[in-house]
């Protein structure tokens, strides 16, 4: 007997298994910001968000403020509070005293592109009409775009915004999105420290990548250029040696540790010779380079006026400033840029992704396999697979352009709890027709086609490639094994491209049971033996209990060295008497222990094959090759589960769980099978079978 089912949509089912593990009932529906407002309005009192409270908490979670806050409504600031003066702009945003300059170097790229602007920013927002002290903001969160309502109060020291504000007193829409984005993440102190990158991405759901300017592309201008084209965001900083080092200033007006922005490139004249020119602004709103092509500096008189004014070259320190690129290669270190996904773009645009996303986890014993360097469990970890159908039109060599990004999710949000970015990386090999997941054996001969440049503790790791058409494996990892995290795997493309997930097939190949014998005396000589065997034990009514069943089991393996088992738990025999009791009686009969001794042969041998190091019992990563010896090809979703339910605290399994998780497992596909008549892989009960179903196995 033997049947195979494929996960519907991949990944997308495990996700929603992931988030509904553990919860009982139906979560209410929240409230949505206009129920909210309107109910605010019908009472005629202003929004006190429960979540997000205007205490310490929300500030600090390590802790407390150098001076005690005050939390003010903007009503209680300005006499004439507005949401957005004029339009939102990059000038609109300043830091107060909150190390958080990587989200407002993102905030100020954010500008620059209305639509997203808008996407993040509802812009119908007002303190005039239809007020109730409550707003929104959207972000996007590991694939999935979240409205964060929030309320009005913020922060204030004698009667001014402490964090991040306008340079008018009057607006407020920036300082608003910063408590929105501390609430997303739990609180202010969250969001100390972290990559221009992450807060990118949380705008637009785009992909990040990372270019080290020491070691640039010699195209990188114009793949600057293209981005921008593009709609992507940019940011650059310098890196620093030591922690005394963060926000330096250097003899050129540049802040070392610090979040920049880039807000523009253009190549002009300059004495007859072209000029390559970038844009760069400090999110603190002041101190600028002061180098060539800085406000003021010589260079600008040599070029034309129109191109003086196009650039809008008024000097004064607002924090922006131009520099040669070639200056801005030789003083930063890093280039971010966020490439938008095709649902960010605007329809007519030329340049477009193709994206496949799929969740997953690490987890102890199942799924956390560690970097390469851990070759017996390297191979445990999640794996993926991209058929490259395709090379691109613009590409003379024949191959595909691709990125791939692997982001593990949550660790901001569970700072407070201790949680770290874990070092992550990933590796692409060519893949194996037929194979549902590669094993142990094919990483041992196998280079990688590609991989990550490196393993590094930040949110998102990802690298473009360019590889010939054909089927590849991705396969995302921490760099030790047994780290547990939640990760979210992107692929974006220049053309279409097929993708899977393996190793979520589930299924099972079941011997069918032997045909009983038509009589004793047709019986082999072995048969025989047993059946005498058998009388001994069973007693007058014939019938092995499960508590002579667990005698027999005790009795036998006791005296089998290889085995660690000396005394089988109670409830591995029942779970057998029910799986192999066909006729509802107390015990098992002569034909159905017959069976069950067959199988216990078999599932002895699955066990010992994976007891690499005699020690009687197998390892948790070990328990997929275990199954699949025992005939049961499951995915990593039902792996974990397993390893929670039938591993001890050191991820051991003995034989006497190994052959309880045999027996469930048979017991299930079984009772399903009976259950599928018509054979679609899709069952319908009522409570009564359902409770009748489970509590049997």
């Not at 009932?25 to 909210?36: C, F, V």
């Not at 972000?139 to 915004?161: C, K």
Request: charged share 25%; hydrophobic share 35%.
């Amino acid at each position: 007997m033997s049947y195979v089912f494929r996960s519907v949509n991949g990944g997308s089912q495990k996700k929603k298994a992931v988030k509904d593990r553990g919860t009982l009932g139906i979560k209410a529906r929240k409230p949505t910001y206009q129920e909210l407002k309107q109910l605010c309005l019908q009472q005629g009192v202003l929004y006190e968000d429960p979540e997000f409270p205007a205490d310490e908490l929300s500030l600090f979670y390590s802790e407390k403020p150098p001076v005690t806050f005050e939390w003010k409504r903007p009503k209680e600031i300005s006499s004439d509070p507005k949401f957005i003066i004029d339009g939102a702009s990059r000038t609109d945003i300043c830091q107060g005293d909150l190390g958080d300059c990587w989200f407002l170097a993102a905030v100020a790229s954010l500008t620059l592109n209305q639509k997203i602007m808008a996407q993040v920013v509802p812009l119908d927002q007002t303190f005039d009409r239809n007020y109730a002290g409550i707003f929104h903001f959207r972000f996007w969160q590991y694939n999935e775009w979240v409205d964060i309502i929030i309320d009005d109060r913020l922060p204030t020291f004698r009667n001014r915004l402490v964090l991040l504000h306008s340079a008018s007193n009057d607006e407020f829409w920036s300082a608003l999105l910063e408590k929105a984005y501390a609430k997303l993440y739990g609180s202010y102190e969250s969001l100390k420290g972290g990559s221009t990158l992450e807060a990118m991405e949380d705008f637009t759901g785009g992909m990040g990548e990372t270019f080290d300017l020491k070691d640039a592309p010699p195209q990188l201008y114009n793949l600057i250029q293209k981005a921008v084209k593009r709609g992507s965001m940019l940011g650059c900083s310098i890196d620093i040696s030591s922690a005394a080092e963060t926000e330096a200033r250097t003899t050129t007006g540049l802040v070392k540790g610090h979040a920049y922005s880039i807000t523009g490139v253009e190549q002009v004249n300059s004495r007859g010779r072209p000029a390559q020119l970038i844009r760069v602004r400090n999110p603190w709103g002041q101190v600028e380079w002061n180098g060539p092509w800085s406000d003021n500096s010589p260079e600008w008189k040599t070029v034309d006026p129109s191109d003086y004014r196009r650039l809008n070259m008024i000097s004064k320190d607002d924090g922006e400033f131009w520099m040669a690129f070639d200056d801005f290669k030789r003083h930063y270190d890093k280039l971010e840029v966020c490439n938008l996904t095709p649902d960010s773009l605007d329809e007519d645009t030329f340049h477009k992704w193709a994206v496949a996303t799929f969740e997953g986890s690490w987890m102890k014993g199942c799924t956390a396999g560690g970097c390469r360097n851990f070759q017996d469990t390297f191979w445990i970890n999640p794996q993926y697979k991209i058929k490259l159908l395709e090379a691109d039109e613009e590409q003379q060599d024949g191959e595909c352009s691709f990125m791939v990004a692997v982001m593990q999710k949550n660790r901001r949000k569970l700072r407070k709890e201790g949680a770290t970015l874990l070092t992550i990386g990933f590796a692409i090999y060519q893949a194996e027709n037929g194979i549902d997941h590669l094993p142990k054996e094919f990483f041992r001969f196998n280079a990688s086609k590609a991989k990550s440049k490196t393993y590094i503790n930040i949110r998102e790791n990802s690298q473009r490639f360019k590889l010939p058409p054909g089927e590849y494996v991705i396969v995302p990892t921490t760099f030790q094994p047994e780290e547990e995290a939640d990760f979210l795997i992107r692929i974006f493309s220049e053309k279409e491209t097929e993708n899977l997930e393996l190793g979520d097939k589930i299924g099972a190949d079941i011997p069918e049971p032997p045909k009983p014998t038509a009589s004793p005396k047709e019986e082999s000589q072995e048969e025989k033996q047993f059946r005498a065997l058998f009388q001994q034990i069973a007693g007058k009514d014939l019938e092995i209990s499960a508590h002579e069943l667990q005698g027999i089991l005790n009795s036998v393996f006791s005296r089998q060295k290889e085995m660690a088992t000396s005394s089988f738990d109670i409830e591995t025999c029942r779970s057998i008497v029910s799986l192999y009791n066909k006729n509802n009686a107390g015990g098992l009969g002569f034909d159905e222990f017959k069976i069950f001794w067959s199988r216990v042969k078999q599932w002895k041998t699955a066990f010992l094959r994976c007891d690499h190091d005699q020690s009687r019992t197998i390892s948790a990563h070990e328990l997929r090759t275990a199954v699949n010896n025992a005939g049961f090809q499951l995915n990593n979703m039902l792996l974990q589960l397993l390893v929670i339910r039938y591993a001890d605290a050191n991820l051991q399994i003995d034989f006497d769980n190994f052959l309880r998780c045999m027996v469930r497992l048979e017991t299930s596909f079984r009772s399903f099978k009976s259950c599928d008549t018509r054979q679609t892989g899709e069952v319908t009960l009522n409570l009564m079978q359902w409770l009748y179903l489970t509590m049997d196995i």
